[in-house]
């Protein structure tokens, strides 16, 4: 079984800087395309990140484009957000999520509305004005 914990939110002033975490857990990391969600109150979780098997292939939600950075390291079975630039907006909870397989197509489909298999708690990001 696929367990995923997340780590590394705070508050944070505007245009600072975060990294979160998300440590895998369970059979096999690189079977996996691996993504980053956001969820305010009130609305739908929203996709943020997603990255392939091998990272050969990221993707990125508009808004966080050149300020966001998605990445991975199989040593550690992580899963990384890099969040630079930080706005008052980006403010949320931020879930690691798991889809297989890993290939870029998987990877890219996480940014349009397909369902990941595994979700971690959720970690907050505060970003103040």
């Known amino acids: 079984q696929v367990q995923l914990v997340e780590s590394g939110g705070g508050l944070v002033q505007s245009g600072g800087s975060l990294r979160l975490s998300c440590v895998f857990s369970?059979?096999?990391?690189?079977?996996?395309?691996m993504g980053w969600f956001r969820q305010v109150p009130g609305k739908e979780r929203e996709f943020v990140a997603a990255?392939?098997?091998?990272?050969?292939?990221?993707y990125y939600e508009d808004s966080v484009k050149g300020r966001f950075t998605i990445s991975r390291d199989h040593a550690k079975n992580t899963v990384y957000l890099q969040m630079n630039s930080l706005k008052p907006e980006d403010t949320a909870v931020y879930y690691c999520a798991a889809k297989f397989p890993g290939d870029a197509n998987t990877a890219q489909a996480m940014g349009f509305n397909t369902k990941p298999d595994y979700w971690g708690q959720g970690t907050q990001v505060s970003v103040s004005s």
């Open positions: 369970g059979p096999t990391f690189s079977n996996y395309a």
């Open positions: 990255i392939s098997w091998n990272g050969g292939s990221t």
